[in-house]
């Protein structure tokens, strides 16, 4: 397990995982384009991490566990944060936030009658990204007073926001599947 955690992809989850608390910090300071770049970054590098355990056969178990945590942490961090703050406007974050507590249920269920993982899809890799730039953009378009930005937001965070449900869709379908095999 532990020679698992230390690879090159793992170790980009592991510095990913590492930046959500400066993530945080910048919102404590109100420096919300910062807050929104750092996101971006860590954005950023989710898909290199997963192309880089592909590409150097360095795909463990432990990395399918940190990328997708990194991931829902940085995205829950900068939802919850930017509602608080004011960043993000009130409908889209708590769009997000339902979608995730559906998926977290859905997931509890399933995990709870022993199916334990399910195949990650493209469509929800690529609602993830537009998800990533829209919340980077409303932060960067608040903190840095750049009204292009918010408009960017919108019109990423919109099709991200419909490919996310969308793929949820999918998640509960492949559920169905995955417990009648199970069962």
Do not use: C, H
């Amino acid at each position: 397990m532990i020679a698992e955690l230390w690879n090159i992809p793992n170790v980009i989850s592991l510095i990913r995982l590492a930046l959500i608390p400066v993530f945080v910090w910048l919102l404590v300071i109100s420096e919300y384009g910062w807050a929104g770049v750092l996101l971006g970054v860590i954005g950023a590098t989710d898909w290199i991490d997963g192309y880089l355990a592909r590409r150097l056969g360095q795909v463990t178990e432990v990395g399918k566990f940190l990328d997708p945590l990194a991931d829902r942490l940085a995205v829950a961090v900068a939802v919850v944060g930017g509602l608080l703050t004011g960043v993000l406007p009130a409908v889209f974050g708590i769009a997000l936030i339902v979608r995730e507590v559906f998926i977290g249920i859905g997931a509890a269920y399933g995990w709870s009658r022993g199916v334990t993982k399910l195949d990650v899809r493209y469509i929800g890799k690529l609602a993830t990204l537009l998800l990533y730039f829209s919340i980077s953009l409303f932060y960067g378009g608040v903190g840095f007073d750049l009204d292009v930005m918010v408009v960017a937001a919108w019109l990423t965070g919109i099709p991200g926001l419909v490919l996310y449900y969308w793929v949820a869709v999918q998640y509960l379908f492949d559920m169905q599947r995955a417990l009648a095999d199970a069962g």
